[in-house]
Each structure stands twice: as structure tokens, then as C-alpha cells.
């Protein structure tokens, strides 16, 4: 079963004086592949910028470079796309009941095909780096032998309880060890945090950067994180592959998840950022995201 | 052969290879020249050469700044008179086995930012290189343009005690040091002109040849003449000098970020009034704060935009950003497996030993031993640098273990070496000090060429370690010819000629800023001076005495005094007339407080910080007068006994050094742009300090006596009396002290006299305009003809009460068309950035500020 969503990412910035340059990067096109298909996408900046370019980076994933040189005093940065979505559950029948202990052990296995990506996204970086703490967390729910989707699936949940949804409670410099404890965060801080149990105990995850979908067909509750961009993390289930896991909404992230990026962390993978020069603040930053199905 | 032992007390520590003496305590073959020379010019000469060596070091200026951003003066580079000598068969060996090492690290380096086989293919463990800051996954796939992407390497080798070398650390960020060896070389081989000439010594010259060549070549592809930059973090690196000594040693320009910007895809530099295409850039900043666009979002020191015009292929720049991953300590575990992978046979130039803890086998090796190892993180940014396990008490190796446990693959366990040691010179003699060579390699051909020698350092005392930073003393490193060398200079035989760049068309707009501002603070700084010794000698004629025309003009210059230096309140305002009867302290404040806006010593700080930031551009000789204005600043704070007497006397050191600085400034230097600009700012601050300093003195008549006291002082503060003496032999009259001050263009001191040279330096700025006057030209022109339209009988003229009126105006007038004529030097020729910021993303769904879709 597949769906075809339309995604619009809106960001607005105004600032207080004339800014004489800006120069930023996005990460605002969704990737094409694992369990997606990116029909069309394009990226529309005002004013024009001096300099545009496209490329793929370390990780796959789609960058946008701009550069302005005329003063302005606002910048918008709308991207625009269709996107198919599929059913990303694979990897976890390929996995099968197997003991999560396999998909830590098959990190040092030499045949492993993802091997660079397993050691990768196991080792810390530089927003979350594991700890005794987050390891003695992470194996209350990975208990000996039990079996990976079970294991994961329960600390998604746990995060999911333990944690205070509360936007506006941290930013994205706010670190981790604050995050945990506090018990409090948004979005990107929950998907820190699961890559954090996981990297302790040997796990390879890997931080996920995309949108779900805006409103729900009827009867199905609306999730949170709909109306901006969403975030949440995946663990690598040996060759089986990638195990999306969204602990925000507490389920495996599915048919209504649109991906645009991947990295070890949020650092990686910024949807936009960047260096202005200008002698004022920033007045306001508006972003708007919008998913919506469309008729296949 | 010689027998004799160079200082009688020399004796060679126990347990280390030796580099002057052998087994036997005789010295080695290769230092029977230098040790029987050095007994010959026996102890008391050879620390007079000493005292010679760091009187030449002061000359040129050559600092190690070790603490940045702070307003103590740098810490003087040491050096050691006496050289390290390696014989020429020695040095044969080492420079193939450097070769090869830079090569295989080359290669290394090429495919971790390209196919990563080694990783792939387990000849590397992954996470050495994955978990590594270095490795910056931003610059995956960007290639230079030729075969090495390893441009310049550097090794610290240490002899073992066999005496055979041991490559301690390998240096791929942005290896310092070549330009240290370079002055250490000049120093000394004028300290010990002969014994150098006499010992056939390989020259360093061709090295900075390949230098230069390897920097023209490794351009993108279809520049026929690249224009190079040197990128320095700017003046209060701990290195600064040696950046500064590189860029004019290889005429290229200094840059710091800000001077650099990304357009279309490319990188400029901002000259003056435009840009201008920059094709290759040799780095001294780190590579993470290169671009605050895609590494360090807070670096100031960076360029937004670099890291995309790299891998367009528009700029090269050296070393390449992400060339530091070579600097884990981990890979010298795997070095000869890569060596025999790589280029087929063993590493001719070993690594001290090392275990990767990452691997089972060899992290049980290492924490059995833990107590006689050595223990490195494997990144260099870690907050932890190396550990020595003997040094730890039994609780520190426990809680060493089990960090090692926790987080193997961060750490390596390196074998101890004995260093061996190089005779050094103590006040008591020659002494055993342990030693590292620092060696250079650059790009040559499809290989690289080794600088012959490099930097020996040795400990300070009984320091197990050697590093700048620890107060280590350098040596410089006499590689011996097996036969003598033809005698090149740096200049000569640089392959095709490249064509000079004009020095009137080309220096960042930031340094011709600090030109100016040189100009304009060197001048302030004179004329606050004068001013204060007129004062001073004013006091000390009628302080406390009944004289009342005395007492009444040195009030008037005390108020002059704050209102041209803008120190208020000072003796203008309220309370001021405490400070007028007892002025001693405000006096003092003034010179000696270096956070006093306005004051001597402040603007004297201001003035040394415009001089370290053109380095490049100003002559050697500068330095040894800018040292010495550094220690008179911080002099000046010094205990004080009988005030007057002392701050006079210093202030008298001062001037010296200003004047100094002018003479330098008229005679040794090149009239090209920056020499214009710092002219510039002289004549016009000198003209604004002449007419604050008129208007705040003769625009209200006072008595006779008092007003020809006054003027006869101001007349000595503008440095003008003795030509007014000789030329109207009368008391200082008003009329005829303002022609000589104002309008006699033969008086190197008048307004008249300092517009002109304002004029002619303005008009010698090339104009990117179609305009034929600019702005600032303009308004100069006006000034100049207000000036001669003056008629000085009429101005001096005053009303019933004193006043003057027209001549307040008219130095109003000009003062303001002066400023006028500054600002808009600086609006036209100066870049003004607007301060950076980060520009933050929302956060996630959560700190999005936006609302619901629909």
C-alpha cells in the first residue's frame, strides 16, 4: 500500500536591519529510497539567491547550498515536493525474533555489507555520546536474549512515558545530559536520547530528519510533530536493515513518515542553517509544514 | 681528530643516546668541527653569543605568543645558541624514510576522503578513522588538483636510545615550525658566522623554493598565475609571527577570515574598494573553524562558503580541510601494515611503538602494563592529552583502566622512549637536554622534498615534555654536506618567473585599515606626549608658586590636555577644580592607565595592536622599536617614588620609541599602499590634534604674560618653538604663531605643510571609480581652501571680553571638514562587515514558531 504526499517546508525568517549576506544550507528534499519514492522536489528562495547548488552528501542525503549578497531584510525558504511512501516495516519481518545481542554482535562482523555504517552510527558523536546511565536505561528494556523489535519497541514506549513532551522547553544547544534529566524535551531530543541507550550498548542508530503527515484521514488520531518537522531515530537490525522507531508518538514510523535525511545526529542533518551578517536581531522565524495526500 | 671534551662538566645522561658524544665520551665524527669550537670560545663567550642570539630575536620581533587575547606582551622565542649537528649519512637515511612516510600517509589520506578501500577492506579498523574529529565527512570526495592531497607534513622524531630515529608524532593539520627553523637558522649563522660558513651547512633556501613552487602548482587547474594567501587566525595566535614571516618571506598576502569572502562559488579576497580572486589558500587555521557555514557554526575565524568552493574545484586550500585525521596516534599501529599494502614494502622510518586499545589483543597488552606506557587519546581535541603510567599512584591507574575500558578504541598505549640528548647551553656550562626534531616535507614533483634540518627542540630543564608551549627552547638543526653547496638564494632559480604583484593595486582593505590607524595612533601618541611634557614643565616652574599668569596657563593647558585627548571629565566640568590645584593624579592616570579611553598608554596599546596585525607589511627593523614600546607601556605601571621625576624620565623612553617609529616609517619603508595609508592617518590626525589643540588654547585672549607663556607652550607641543624663536626673535605673538602653525608650507609641522602630503597620498589611492575626484578628495580640497583663504590679522582679533569668534569658527570649521574628510577614508577604502551570526534552524517540531497547515 502506498501513498503519495505532498510536502511544503516554510521558513521565514525577518530581521531588524538590512542582513548583507546570508549564506545557508538545507537539508529540505526528501531522500529517495529505503521505503520511499521522491517524485519531484524544488526549492524556492526569496530574494534570489546569487548562488544555488544541489549535491549529496557523506550520507546521501540532499544539501542545498545558497549564498545572497543583495541587503535584505527577509529570507524565505519554501521546498516543495511529492513524495510516494511505502510500507517500511521490511527490515523488521527480514529480522525476524532474533535477540537483539545478534544486531550488536553483527557490528564486528568483517561480511557485514553495511559494515562502515554499522561501526558509524555505533560510535558517539558529537550531540550524543553514550553513557553508564543511558546503558543501564536502555537494558531495562533489552534484557538478555529478547528480541529486538520487542526490546526496541519497549524503550520507545518507555521514552514515550518517562519523558514531558514540551515544546519550547529546550533548544537545539540544550544537551542531552539536560534532556535526561529533566525528563523533558521535544522531538529531536527523544531521538537523541533512544540513539544514546542504543550507542551504549553496542547498537548502531542513526538520527532521522522528516515530516508526518498533517491531518490524518478521519477517524485516526492527529500526531504531534505534524506541524513542523519531525524527528525521531533508527536502529540497524543487522543485514536486515533500518528499524525506523518515532518515540514522540510511541510507534514504528511507517506508510506516514516522509524522510529527508539521516545523520549520527541532529548536527548532521539541520533542515536549515546558516551565517548572516547584519548589525540587528532577528525579528522572527516562521515555519510552516504542510503534508498532505494526494489522489494517486 | 680532536679529543678534548667541549666543556669539561658535559656528561651524557645515563640510559640515552647522545647526539655530540660517544660511547667512549669522545665526540662523534660529525661534531669534532663544532664541539672543539665550542671549547675553543669556551663558557663566558658562549653565552655573550647567546645574549647576541636573543638581541637578534628582539630585533625581528619573534614572539611565542602563548596566551591569546591577552595585553601582556608575547613571550620571547628561545633559542639555543648551539646547534644540533646530523652527519650527512644519517640524514640520508632519515630524509628517504620521511619521503616515504609522507608518501604513504598521501595515500592514506587520498582514499579516506575518497573510495575508503583500507577501511573497507580491514586494513584499517573503521572506527579509528570514523570516530575521529579529524575526519570531516563534509569534505568527502573534494581532491586537490595533483597527486599529493597531503600538501605539507611534519613528523617529530626523537632518537631511541640506539640512536636510531623514531617518528614521535605525525603533523598534518597545518604543521608549524618552517618558519621558526628558517629564523633560527638566520640567527644563528649570524651568531657563529664563521663555524657556520666553515661546517658546509645544506642551505634552507631551496626548501622554501619548493615551497613556493609546490603552492603555484597545487592551484586549479587552468590558472597560469594563482594568486596565493596565507590564512591566520589573526595576531594573537600563539604562532602569529611565524604566519606573518611565511606571507612576506613568500610575498604573498596575510589574510584573516573576514578579509576573505565566498561568490559564486569562489573565494575573493577584499582589497581595496573590490574584490579580488584568491586560487589558493595556505591555511594556519585549524580546519573545523575554516567555515562557520558547514563546520564550526560559531567560528569568527572562518570563511562561510569555503568548504563549497573547495569542492567546486575554484580554490585549493593547504593543507586540505580534513588532512588532521592523519594525526591520530592510532594509525602509527597500522602504518607498516599499510606500508607493505601501500607501497610494497616495510616502513623504513619507524613509529614508536603503539597499541590501538580498540583491538582485544593489543588492549590487554596495554592494561597489563598500564604503569610503563605512555597512554594517548586518539584525538587531539579530547581535553586529555598524553598520560605517563609511571607518574600515576595506584588509585589514578585504576580510574585510568577503567576510562580505557569504557571507551577502548579512544585510546592508544605507546612504548616510552629515552629521548636521546643534545648539549645545551646553562649559564654552567654545556648540559645534556632531551631533544625532538621537528621535520618539514612539501610537495615535489610527484613526491616530496624534506627541508634539510628543521626544528630541534629540547626540554626545559627536566621536562619529560617538549613543547613550545611548555617553555621548550629551540635549537637550530645543521644537516652536514658530503660536498659544498652552489650558494642560491631564495629568489633565484624559482622556475618560471612569476610576475610580481603590484604594490600599489593590491593589500586587504583590513590591512590597510590597520595602516592607517597605525598612522593615526603613532601620531596621537606624539602629540599626547608633547603635550604632557610641556605640562609637566609648566608644573614644575609654577606649581604652588605666587605667579598667577604661570598658574593661569598651566590651568589653560591642563584644560586643553583633556579636551584634545576627549579624557573626560579630566580638568573640564564640575569637580574639576580639585584636579586643577592637585593635578598629579588625573596627570598620571592619563599616561600610565591603559584602560583610560584617550590616554597614552591606551592609545599605545591600540597602536601596537594595528602593528601585530600587519606584521607583513611593516620592515623588520619595526620590531625591535615596537618591542620596546611593548616593555616602556608596561614600564610606565611600575613602581613610582617620586612621580614626576620618573614618569618624565619615561615618557622621554617613549617619545624616543615614537620618534623611532616615525623616522622608520619615512626612511625604510616602500612607498607603496600601505605606506600611503599609514602616511595618511598620520597627516590627518596630526592636523586634527594641531587644530583641538589651538582651539582649546588661543580662542580666548587672556593677559599678556599669561598668553605668551600659553603660546610659547603650545608652540613646544607642536614641536615648532626653535623655528619661531629663529624666525621672529620676539615672544610668541598669536598672528605670526598661527602663520607658522597654520599656513607656512615650509614648516614640516603646519596644517598647510600636512594637507598637501594628505593630498598627495589620497591621490595615489587607485580609484575603481569613473569618478574623478572621491569623496574624501573632495572634502580635502575644501578644507585646503578654507586653510588658504584664511587671513589670520582678521581672525585673531577679539571682542570686548576676549573672545574670538571667527578664529573658534574657523578652526571649528576645519576640524569638522577634516573628520568629514576621515570618515569618508574609511567609508570608501575599508570593508565594513556586519557582525556574523548563526542563523539557527527551528528546532524540530517542537520550537517551531509556526502554526497548524490551514
Known amino acids: 500500500m502506498s501513498t503519495t504526499y505532498r510536502v511544503t517546508h516554510r521558513t521565514e ?70 513524495v510516494e511512501t511505502g510500507d517500511r516495516a521490511a527490515p523488521v519481518t527480514l529480522f525476524g525474533g532474533r535477540p537483539w545481542e545478534d ?79 529533566n525528563r523533558r524535551g521535544v522531538c529531536q531530543d527523544f531521538a537523541h536520547f533512544g540513539i544514546a541507550c542504543l550507542r551504549s550498548i553496542g547498537l548502531p542508530a542513526r538520527y532521522v530528519s522528516g515530516y508526518l503527515e498533517t491531518d490524518p484521514p478521519p477517524g485516526r488520531p492527529k500526531l504531534i510533530g505534524a506541524d513542523g518537522s519531525h524527528a525521531w531515530f533508527s536502529i540497524l537490525a543487522g543485514e536486515a536493515g533500518w528499524v525506523d522507531v518515532d518515540p514522540t508518538n510511541d510507534q514504528l514510523a511507517g506508510g506516514r513518515y516522509v524522510v529527508t535525511a539521516y545523520g549520527r545526529d541532529y548536527g548532521d542533518v539541520a533542515p536549515l542553517s546558516g551565517v548572516i551578517y547584519t548589525e540587528g536581531r532577528t525579528e522572527s522565524l516562521q515555519v510552516r509544514v504542510d503534508v498532505v495526500a494526494v489522489p494517486g | 681528530m680532536t679529543t678534548t671534551v667541549p666543556t669539561p662538566s658535559y656528561r651524557p645522561l645515563e640510559g640515552s643516546y647522545d647526539e655530540m658524544l660517544d660511547e667512549a665520551g669522545r665526540p662523534r665524527e660529525h661534531w669534532a668541527h663544532l664541539s672543539g669550537a665550542l671549547t675553543e670560545l669556551g663558557l663566558e663567550e658562549l653565552i655573550r653569543r647567546r645574549q647576541e642570539a ?71 579498523p573503521p572506527e579509528i578513522v570514523l570516530g575521529h574529529p579529524g575526519l570531516l565527512r563534509q569534505c568527502d570526495q573534494i581532491r586537490l588538483p595533483g597527486p599529493q592531497q597531503l600538501f605539507s607534513y611534519a613528523a617529530d622524531i626523537g632518537r631511541d636510545p640506539d640512536g636510531q630515529p623514531v617518528v614521535l608524532s605525525d603533523r598534518a593539520q597545518a604543521p608549524s615550525g618552517f618558519g621558526y627553523a628558517l629564523e633560527a637558522r638566520a640567527v644563528i649563522s649570524r651568531v657563529f658566522p664563521t663555524l657556520y660558513r666553515d661546517a658546509q651547512v645544506h642551505r634552507l633556501a631551496p626548501f622554501f623554493r619548493s615551497l613556493r613552487v609546490a603552492l603555484q602548482r ?103 580541510l580534513g588532512a588532521s585525521v592523519l594525526e591520530n596516534p592510532a594509525l602509527m599501529a597500522f602504518l607498516p601494515r599499510l606500508c607493505k599494502h601501500l607501497l610494497g614494502g616495510p616502513l623504513r622510518l619507524p613509529s614508536v611503538p603503539t597499541w590501538w586499545c580498540g583491538e582485544v589483543q593489543a588492549r590487554r597488552q596495554v592494561l ?65 637536554r632531551r631533544s625532538v626534531l621537528r621535520a618539514f616535507a612539501v610537495p615535489r614533483g610527484d613526491s616530496y622534498a624534506v627541508m634539510p634540518g628543521g626544528l630541534t627542540r629540547v626540554a ?40 610580481g604583484i603590484d604594490p600599489m593595486t593590491s593589500i586587504p582593505s583590513r590591512a590597510a585599515e590597520n595602516m592607517w590607524w597605525l598612522g593615526r595612533y603613532a601620531e596621537r601618541a606624539e602629540a599626547i606626549t608633547r603635550l604632557v611634557r610641556v605640562v609637566y614643565e609648566r608644573r614644575s616652574d609654577f606649581q604652588g608658586s605666587d605667579n598667577a599668569p604661570g598658574i593661569e596657563a598651566l590651568r589653560a593647558l591642563l584644560v586643553a590636555l583633556t579636551r584634545t585627548t576627549a579624557a573626560y571629565p579630566g580638568f573640564v566640568g564640575q569637580d574639576a577644580e580639585e584636579r586643577l ?58 613602581p613610582v617614588h617620586d612621580p614626576q621625576a620618573v614618569v618624565q624620565e619615561r615618557l622621554q623612553r617613549v617619545m624616543q620609541s615614537l620618534l623611532a617609529l616615525g623616522g622608520l616609517g619615512s626612511e625604510s619603508m616602500v612607498r607603496d599602499l600601505g605606506w600611503r595609508f599609514m602616511d595618511a592617518g598620520r597627516r590627518i590626525e596630526r592636523a586634527l590634534q594641531l587644530l583641538a589643540l589651538l582651539r582649546a588654547t588661543v580662542t580666548e585672549a587672556g593677559g599678556t604674560a599669561t598668553d605668551s607663556l600659553l603660546f610659547e607652550s603650545v608652540l613646544k607641543a607642536t614641536e615648532s618653538i626653535i623655528t619661531y624663536r629663529r624666525r621672529y626673535r620676539s615672544h610668541a605673538q598669536l598672528e605670526t604663531m598661527l602663520d607658522l602653525l597654520l599656513l ?75 573628520s568629514r574628510t576621515a570618515d569618508a577614508v574609511d567609508r570608501t577604502h575599508f570593508a565594513h562587515l556586519l557582525p556574523q551570526w548563526s542563523l539557527v534552524g527551528a528546532a524540530g517540531s517542537g520550537s517551531s514558531h509556526g502554526g497548524i497547515a490551514r
Not at chain 2, 628517504?96 to 579516506?112: F, K, M, Q, S, W
Open chain 1, 13 to 82: 525568517y525577518r530581521y531588524e536591519s538590512d542582513v548583507s549576506d546570508s549564506y545557508a544550507q538545507l537539508h529540505l528534499l526528501p531522500r529517495d529510497g529505503d521505503g520511499q519514492h521522491c517524485l519531484t522536489a524544488e526549492v524556492a528562495v526569496e530574494p534570489a539567491p546569487g548562488d544555488y547548488r544541489e549535491r549529496a552528501d557523506y550520507f546521501g542525503n540532499r544539501v542545498g547550498y545558497l549564498a545572497i549578497h543583495e541587503p535584505h531584510r527577509r529570507l524565505s525558504v519554501t521546498a516543495t515536493s511529492l
Open chain 1, 103 to 181: 544486531a550488536r554482535d553483527a557490528v564486528r562482523d568483517p561480511a557485514l555489507p553495511a559494515r562502515l555504517d554499522a561501526v558509524q552510527f555505533a560510535l558517539d558523536s558529537a550531540l550524543v555520546a553514550g553513557s553508564p546511565a543511558y546503558a543501564g536505561y536502555a537494558l531495562r528494556s533489552f534484557t538478555p536474549r529478547r528480541s529486538l523489535l520487542e526490546a526496541v519497541t519497549d524503550l520507545c514506549s518507555r521514552i514515550h512515558h518517562d519523558f514531558d513532551y514540551r515544546p519550547g522547553s529546550t533548544s537545539v544547544t540544550t544537551p542531552l545530559e539536560e534532556v535526561f534529566a
Open chain 2, 54 to 124: 636573543a638581541r637578534l630575536i628582539d630585533q625581528d620581533g619573534v614572539v611565542y605568543n602563548a596566551y591569546e587575547g591577552s595585553s601582556r606582551p608575547g613571550r620571547r622565542w628561545l633559542l639555543d645558541p648551539v646547534p644540533t649537528v646530523v652527519s650527512s649519512r644519517d640524514w640520508e637515511a632519515l630524509e628517504t624514510g620521511l619521503i616515504e612516510r609522507a608518501e604513504l600517509l598521501n595515500l592514506v589520506l587520498e582514499d579516506l576522503y575518497g573510495e575508503r578501500e583500507l577501511l573497507r577492506r580491514g586494513l584499517l
Open chain 2, 218 to 320: 597545487v592551484a586549479p587547474a587552468g590558472i597560469e598565475d594563482p594568486r596565493v594567501v596565507v590564512l591566520t587566525p589573526g595576531p594573537w595566535n600563539e604562532t602569529a609571527f611565524e604566519h606573518a614571516f611565511l606571507a612576506s618571506t613568500l610575498g604573498y598576502p596575510l589574510v584573516e577570515g573576514a578579509d576573505l569572502t565566498v561568490r559564486g562559488g569562489a573565494v575573493w579576497m577584499r582589497s581595496l574598494g573590490r574584490l579580488e580572486p584568491v586560487h589558493v589558500v595556505l591555511r594556519r587555521v585549524d580546519a573545523s573553524f575554516c567555515d562557520p557555514l558547514e563546520l564550526r557554526p560559531y567560528s569568527q575565524l572562518g570563511v562561510p562558503g569555503l568548504v563549497e568552493a573547495t569542492r567546486r574545484g575554484s580554490v585549493s586550500v593547504v593543507n586540505t
Open chain 2, 368 to 432: 597489563a602494563n598500564l604503569a610503563g606506557l605512555v597512554l594517548r587519546p586518539v584525538s587531539r581535541e579530547a581535553a586529555a592529552t598524553a598520560v605517563f603510567g609511571a607518574e600515576l599512584s595506584q588509585r589514578e591507574l585504576d580510574d585510568l583502566r577503567r576510562r580505557i575500558e569504557s571507551s577502548p578504541s579512544a585510546w592508544v598505549g605507546q612504548a616510552p622512549i629515552s629521548l636521546a640528548c643534545a648539549p645545551t647551553l646553562t649559564d654552567a656550562g654545556l648540559e645534556p
Open chain 2, 460 to 499: 626545559d630543564g627536566g621536562n619529560k615534555r617538549i613543547s613550545s608551549q611548555s617553555g621548550a627552547i629551540s635549537k637550530d638543526t645543521w644537516v652536514l654536506a658530503s660536498e659544498p653547496e652552489r650558494l642560491t638564494g631564495f629568489w633565484l632559480e624559482s622556475g618560471p618567473a612569476v610576475e
Open chain 2, 581 to 638: 590645584s592637585s593635578p598629579g593624579r588625573e596627570l598620571l592616570d592619563l599616561v600610565v592607565d591603559d584602560q583610560r579611553s584617550g590616554g597614552l598608554a591606551h592609545c599605545v596599546r591600540a597602536l601596537l595592536g594595528c602593528a601585530y596585525a600587519v606584521r607583513d607589511q611593516l620592515s623588520s627593523d619595526t620590531w625591535l622599536v615596537v618591542g620596546s614600546l611593548d616593555r616602556e607601556i608596561l614600564e610606565l605601571r611600575g
Open chain 2, 744 to 818: 607656512d608650507e615650509g614648516n614640516p609641522r603646519s596644517l598647510a605643510y600636512g594637507l598637501a602630503r594628505l593630498s598627495a597620498d589620497l591621490d595615489s589611492i587607485p580609484a575603481h571609480s569613473e569618478r574623478r575626484m572621491r569623496e574624501e578628495q573632495q572634502l580635502l580640497l575644501r578644507a585646503t581652501t578654507a586653510l588658504r583663504l584664511a587671513d589670520t590679522g582678521a581672525l585673531v582679533s577679539h571682542d570686548a571680553r576676549g573672545a574670538r569668534p571667527g578664529l573658534e569658527a574657523f578652526f571649528d570649521e576645519l576640524h569638522e571638514q577634516l
